[in-house]
């Protein structure tokens, strides 16, 4: 499978931003899915996860802020931004874990298929 990212952008702090990641087959659909970030000279982090059942987990820096959804059958997950903080800037990355249960952890080191990546400016 293959992930690609969209709507990532420069925001006013306080600004929202909505990007989404398209995947290129209907498998995901029982995928773990998430998105993580990295800015410059920082490790890859987890920002928030969604399961095949809908189940979502957070960082804690953005819990209130991020929503991560998706539409039932359909191959695209979002992620909708809010309140965006200076330390939001970061390269936002779409992957996904291929495996059978509900356990989606917000941990890139466990997820196989990444896309290239959306950047958010704040």
């Known amino acids: 499978v293959q992930l690609v990212e969209s709507g990532g952008g420069s925001v006013q702090a306080g600004g929202s931003l909505r990007p989404s990641c398209v995947a290129s087959?209907?498998?995901?659909?029982?995928?773990?899915m998430g998105w993580f970030r990295q800015a410059p000279g920082k490790e890859r982090e987890g920002v928030a996860v969604?399961?095949?059942?809908?189940?979502?987990n957070y960082a804690d820096s953005v819990k209130g802020r991020f929503t991560i959804s998706k539409v039932n059958a359909e191959k695209t997950r979002y992620l909708q931004m809010s309140s965006l903080k200076p330390e939001d800037t970061a390269m936002y990355y779409c992957?996904?874990?291929?495996?059978?249960?509900?356990?989606?952890?917000?941990?890139?080191?466990?997820?196989?298929?990444w896309g290239q990546g959306t950047q958010v400016t704040v």
């Open positions: 087959d209907y498998t995901v659909i029982t995928y773990c």
């Open positions: 969604i399961n095949r059942r809908g189940t979502t």
């Open positions: 992957a996904a874990l291929e495996l059978d249960g509900s356990w989606c952890p917000v941990l890139p080191q466990y997820f196989n298929t």
